[in-house]
């Protein structure tokens, strides 16, 4: 019995190399698909939201030095990015002459180019270029916030529910394939989704919740301290525990950064509530932090692997098949100059597989026909986005899964059903029959 009980910690040092086998599960068609299904929904929500035209923008200025005009607009989003106490003037200035756009168009822009120059300085081996460019993102999605509040509140508790469901569906896929090698159909995924999708939507914002209502506490001390003589010393004597109050809040706040990405894993895996959600994550993280790092960063480093292979596939089939649709479209079959292909396709590169639109269609058809290109590839390139989608979902499902194992000395193989939970109240049910049915009897004698 003890070399049995002390396998399972032997061999739980060495299960890391499970998580390579994360391409495997993330490629499945049907993970793809609700992957890419919530990519759509989202997207399509943004858009619709972006009729309201929220952000102010203005053209460039005309460079004297270079005698140019630069295309496109500048928005208060760059303006915040060049001077955030700029901003404020601009939109005031531009206010009633300036154009408007959408919140969501103006981030997607936005995150395109920084995710572009991202890859460009990761292949460059330019690191510090990577920091800066992840630390804008950040920073854009605080202008958002700050400036367009209501907006980006609906979008992100829409954005939520479309992850619950589609996490939590990807979630039980892996796990199930992971620690079974079943592989569960597309409706029984979103069924399950959909049946936890409370403790999926809450788990992430019970945290925040808290950390609230504890800084509420704080904060109407700090209105305490306006009492003229008074309000300091109030302020004075209940500092210990406003710094007790601020130490829970730093408990909490580094368990939810480190353990957000296993919580839907909890819930899929262990049918875990809200509640045992967040106790399951925060308890992993903390009772073996370095081992949850080395995790994470393994996981992080064979996905950006897998996925610099996904993106050189999808690239090589877009310049195939642009290939061969270049020698078939010769330039004497256009009515100026320029190739009939280029016009209507632009060429795509490793960094950019949509490519950039610098030429102009003709005519209705070529218009029709660059349109038709452009959806068939940003098609292509959601399909990408959606494999990053699942390889993140189903990597996290796997380490959950290491770390139950090596914290809770839990079994791999153990997995949340709602058969195994309808099986104990059946088998309890049959003797109080068997009672019933023996009692006539025994009062006859």
């Not at 914002?205 to 700090?222: E, K, V």
């Not at 960063?297 to 642009?322: H, K, S």
């Not at 990408?384 to 193989?413: C, G, H, K, Q, W």
Request: contains cysteine; hydrophobic residues 50%.
């Amino acid at each position: 019995m003890a070399r049995e009980e002390q396998s399972p910690q032997v061999c739980g040092n060495f299960l890391f190399p499970k998580i390579f086998q994360t391409f495997r599960v993330a490629i499945q068609p049907s993970k793809l698909t609700i992957a890419f299904s919530a990519l759509v929904v989202i997207c399509l929500v943004g858009w619709i939201m972006d009729f309201s035209k929220t952000v102010v923008a203005a053209p460039n200025p005309q460079l004297h030095h270079k005698k140019t005009v630069l295309p496109g607009e500048i928005t208060e989003l760059q303006i915040y990015m060049a001077g955030p106490d700029q901003v404020q003037s601009y939109i005031q200035m531009y206010k009633e002459r300036g154009e408007r756009r959408g919140v969501f168009s103006t981030l997607w822009d936005f995150a395109s180019e920084r995710f572009r120059d991202i890859l460009s300085s990761l292949f460059a081996f330019n690191l510090p270029r990577v920091a800066t460019n992840i630390t804008e993102c950040f920073k854009a999605i605080k202008w958002a916030f700050r400036y367009h509040f209501i907006y980006c509140t609906i979008f992100f508790v829409v954005k939520l529910a479309v992850i619950s469901i589609a996490g939590g569906a990807i979630c039980r896929m892996a796990a199930l394939q992971f620690a079974r090698g079943e592989k569960p159909g597309l409706t029984e995924a979103l069924r399950f989704g959909a049946k936890k999708f409370t403790s999926l939507f809450a788990a992430p914002l019970a945290p925040i919740g808290i950390i609230i209502f504890i800084g509420l506490f704080m904060f109407f001390l700090g209105l305490i301290g306006n009492i003229p003589s008074i309000g300091e010393l109030i302020v004075g004597i209940f500092t210990p525990l406003a710094l007790i109050a601020g130490f829970v809040i730093a408990v909490i706040l580094i368990g939810t950064v480190a353990g957000f990405n296993l919580m839907f894993p909890a819930v899929a895996y262990d049918g875990s509530d809200c509640f045992d959600v967040i106790s399951r994550s925060f308890s992993y993280v903390y009772a073996k932090p370095w081992r949850m790092g080395f995790y994470t960063a393994t996981a992080a480093v064979y996905g950006a692997i897998c996925y610099t292979f996904v993106r050189f596939f999808a690239f090589l089939l877009l310049w195939v098949t642009r290939l061969f649709l270049q020698f078939g479209i010769l330039a004497d079959n256009s009515s100026v100059e320029v190739n009939k292909l280029e016009a209507i396709w632009p060429v795509p590169t490793f960094v950019n597989l949509v490519g950039s639109h610098g030429l102009t269609t003709n005519n209705w058809s070529e218009s029709v026909a660059a349109f038709l290109i452009y959806l068939a590839v940003l098609v292509l390139v959601g399909t990408v986005v959606s494999f990053l989608i699942s390889f993140y979902f189903s990597a996290n499902t796997i380490i959950y899964s290491l770390m139950r194992n090596s914290v809770d000395n839990t079994a791999i193989e153990e997995i949340y059903s709602d058969d195994i939970k309808t099986e104990p109240n059946i088998t309890e049910n049959k003797p109080e029959k068997q009672a019933e049915a023996s009692s006539p009897a025994e009062q006859q004698e």
